[in-house]
């Protein structure tokens, strides 16, 4: 018997959210925030300190993620205590928005590069990790928040940082075993840095505090380049992720057709018979 699409549905227990970094970049950052409100979507932020949080909190938006640190490199024993010092200052900061996730990344970065690039990872390396997120885990069960440690490329966006992968990353968060640990697992960098998308989602399943999602080449809206979502979105349904996928992606052209296409990307279909529903009698 032939099929037809049944009607559309979003995912079961997903949260969409939208950086506002990245989209309406015409529009100062309290009206982008409103205007990813207004469409239904949470709001994902970069450096709070930039921003007047007031009137962040004004826009009556509800905050998804923002960094989690302002300097310093988990991985790096001289600047470590950077990062739990500057982690420590953001808290209020996350407090009063409402963030439930503050994420912080594998090293030190300076405009989206390392400050201090290195091409090995070492034994030393990893022990700071592991010892550096143990204490932001014990920060973050203090004040109710999760840290979610990011997984980055290294090939076109963060070249200088180890143990960036995500199955770096992964590993790390495995290790620490904490529940205010958790993995941001950025797909546009998974993709690039090793790609086999869906199994990656199944092994890091348990470890996932959020998922950021753009499409490769460009780091543009799903739908502008060669990762098929529709086939991601059905695979967290399957797996049972119940957690937050956030948009971190420049708008290809238009930011409203941006956030559609997001929308449409992660609007998972049923199948039902051909006929199913309708009366013969």
């Known amino acids: 018997m032939s099929e037809q699409a049944a009607p559309s549905r979003g995912p079961v227990d997903i949260r969409l959210a939208v950086c506002a970094e990245m989209v309406f970049l015409d529009l100062p950052i309290e009206e982008r925030v409103r205007r990813i409100a207004d469409a239904g979507f949470d709001v994902e932020l970069w450096d709070t300190r930039k921003h007047d949080v007031e009137q962040l909190v004004a826009t009556g938006a509800k905050f998804s993620s923002m960094t989690g640190y302002s300097a310093g490199s988990v991985i790096d024993p001289d600047t470590a205590p950077d990062v739990l010092r500057t982690a420590a200052e953001l808290i209020p900061t996350a407090l009063e928005l409402g963030v439930s996730r503050m994420v912080v990344h594998p090293a030190e970065l300076i405009n989206g590069q390392a400050a201090r690039p290195a091409f090995r990872a070492t034994g030393q390396m990893w022990l700071t990790g592991l010892r550096t997120l143990e204490k932001l885990g014990e ?3 203090e004040h109710g928040v999760t840290f979610a440690l990011e997984n980055l490329n290294t090939i076109i966006d963060h070249p200088g940082i180890p143990l960036a992968r995500a199955k770096d990353t992964l590993a790390l968060v495995e290790a620490i075993k904490h529940p205010n640990v958790k993995m941001m697992l950025d797909i546009y960098h998974a993709q690039i840095g090793e790609g086999n998308l869906i199994d990656l989602l199944g092994r890091a ?3 996932i505090g959020e998922i950021q999602v753009a499409d490769v080449p460009g780091r543009c809206e799903p739908g502008t380049g060669e990762i098929h979502f529709p086939a991601i979105a059905r695979a967290l349904d399957e797996i049972g992720y119940k957690g937050t996928v956030g948009m971190e ?10 956030l559609a296409r997001f929308r449409e990307a992660f ?8 006929g199913a529903g309708i009366s013969t009698g």
């Open 205 to 207: 399943l348990p470890h």
């Open 249 to 258: 992606a420049w708008a290809e052209s238009d930011s409203e057709l941006a």
């Open 139 to 141: 920060l973050g069960a």
């Open 267 to 274: 609007t998972l279909r049923r199948s039902v018979p051909f």
